[in-house]
């Protein structure tokens, strides 16, 4: 059963630099094809897709944010990292941690975490 | 980006009627290789994560009901539900996994009349 859970911070300032942490269980992120990502949603409004990195340590990420995401994984702890610098109100949401790769495809979410709610404010 | 609009924004259907919600693609996601289309669909209940409902427009995920079917292809999909349940009310959301950026429509909120 693969489960995903984010942890961080739930207060951000401005200008300050984001750290969340999904930790997962059920899968190992050296498999062929295996793949996690992070997913956010500014409150009331739709889902923005962020980042992915594959077992092989390919990374994508959204362009629109490109130069402000850095993700990163630890198989050995089996967690990935999403950083993201220089926060702003517009930045508050709620940041999902996604698996991807289950039906052999990269960018199907099949498995999310419950999310984790950053606001950033002064 | 390829950009996916929904419509209806919201939809109002009585418990055990049919409710259709329409995505549409700003490019075809259509792989003529393998003639699969790149789209997902996901129900986003209140204070939940989003589920995956159907993969390659049409797949059921695991544990979906038969009574959501997904259809379409190239630019235009629909989610229906042919007999709404009240557990059914929620958002709905569409994703285009053809290409990076992957993006999502903007959401149909579905309830009951």
């Known amino acids: 059963q693969i489960t995903l859970k984010e942890s961080g911070p739930t207060l951000v300032k401005p200008t300050q630099t984001l750290t969340v942490t999904c930790t997962f269980s059920g899968f190992s992120l050296t498999t062929n094809g295996a793949a996690v990502g992070w997913i956010r949603q500014p409150p009331g409004r739709a889902l923005e897709w962020l980042a992915l990195?594959?077992?092989?340590?390919?990374?994508r990420y959204s362009p629109s944010l490109k130069t402000r995401l850095t993700i990163t994984k630890d198989t050995s702890r089996n967690q990935v990292v999403l950083s993201v610098t220089n926060m702003d109100p517009v930045d508050t949401a709620t940041y999902y941690c996604?698996?991807?790769?289950?039906?052999?495809?990269?960018?199907?979410?099949?498995?999310w975490g419950q999310g984790t709610r950053v606001t950033v404010s002064s | 980006d390829i950009v996916m609009t929904q419509t209806p924004d919201s939809l109002t259907v009585s418990l055990g009627e049919r409710a259709t919600i329409n995505c549409k693609s700003s490019?075809?996601?259509?792989?003529?290789?393998?003639?699969?289309?790149?789209l997902a669909w996901y129900q986003q209940k209140p204070g939940q994560p989003p589920k995956l409902l159907f993969y390659w427009a049409s797949i059921r995920a695991s544990g979906v009901p038969d009574r959501f079917s997904g259809s379409g292809s190239g630019t235009h999909f629909a989610l229906t539900i042919s007999s709404l349940q009240a557990e059914d009310v929620a958002v709905y959301y569409c994703?285009?996994?053809?290409?990076?950026?992957?993006?999502f429509g903007q959401g149909t909120k579905l309830e009951i009349k």
């Open positions: 490019q075809s996601i259509l792989y003529s290789a393998n003639t699969k289309n790149f």
């Open positions: 994703q285009q996994y053809y290409t990076t950026p992957y993006t």
């Open positions: 990195i594959y077992w092989d340590d390919d990374k």
């Open positions: 996604v698996h991807s790769g289950g039906y052999g495809q990269g960018g199907l979410f099949d498995f």
